[in-house]
T-cell receptor
Framework: ELKVEQNPLFLSMQEGKNYTIYCNYSTTSDRLYWYRQDPGKSLESLFVLLSNGAVKQEGRLMASLDTKARLSTLHITAAVHDLSATYFCAVDIWDDKIIFGKGTRLHILP | EAGVVQSPRYKIIEKKQPVAFWCNPISGHNTLYWYLQNLGQGPELLIRYENEEAVDDSQLPKDRFSAERLKGVDSTLKIQPAELGDSAVYLC???????????FGPGTRLTVL
């Protein structure tokens, strides 16, 4: 069964702290996406990871991909309130089918 | 550059009624997707178009759902008849091709009473 699992599903953290969101997937893929969704809004693309070992950074967010472990991480450095949102990973599997995780709802306390 | 446009933004109907959603993708984007998103869940693909061809409609409930993209540009998703369980947000996304990141529209929030 094809699965994309995110962990944790909900995270409440203090401003200034670091944390990591994990995305595990159950089948071979070498392309993974991270999206952000604010409440009542649509999805905004954050990162596209295209190969094993890929690492991308934008501001306080850094994403990485380990295709051998079938794992991607989204690391948050010195969190700020504006990063509060739901974060989705999406895995591109065979035949360009894309499967989304359930999302990690991130709440950053001021 | 204009983003993905969807209309209507909100729709409330009674069960057994028909409903249609419209999507205009970003200009030049060949690939168009329709997703369903339930509250607290990730988007689930309903159908993917490459130009005017539906290349993946395996998750589309064909007994009541239909979609078209006649000229390979804008697209319509229809539900007839709607059921209570169809209440969700329907998202349209587009990309230059299926190897690129997707750009999402604002979605249509459907409530079936």
């Amino acid at each position: 069964e094809l699965k994309v699992e995110q962990n944790p599903l909900f995270l409440s953290m203090q401003e200034g702290k670091n944390y990591t969101i994990y995305c595990n997937y159950s089948t071979t893929s070498d392309r993974l996406y991270w999206y952000r969704q604010d409440p009542g809004k649509s999805l905004e693309s954050l990162f596209v990871l295209l190969s094993n070992g890929a690492v991308k950074q934008e501001g306080r967010l850094m994403a990485s991909l380990d295709t051998k472990a079938r794992l991607s991480t989204l690391h948050i450095t010195a969190a700020v309130h504006d990063l509060s949102a739901t974060y989705f990973c999406a895995v591109d599997i065979w035949d360009d089918k894309i499967i989304f995780g359930k999302g990690t709802r991130l709440h950053i306390l001021p | 550059e204009a983003g993905v446009v969807q209309s209507p933004r909100y729709k409330i109907i009674e069960k057994k009624q028909p409903v249609a959603f419209w999507c205009n993708p970003i200009s030049g984007h060949n690939t168009l997707y329709w997703y369903l998103q339930n509250l607290g869940q990730g988007p689930e693909l309903l159908i993917r178009y490459e130009n005017e061809e539906a290349v993946d409609d395996s998750q589309l409930p064909k007994d009541r759902f239909s979609a078209e993209r006649l000229k390979g540009v804008d697209s319509t998703l229809k539900i007839q008849p709607a059921e209570l369980g169809d209440s969700a947000v329907y998202l349209c996304a587009s990309s230059p091709n299926s190897y690129n990141e997707q750009f999402f529209g604002p979605g249509t929030r459907l409530t079936v009473l």
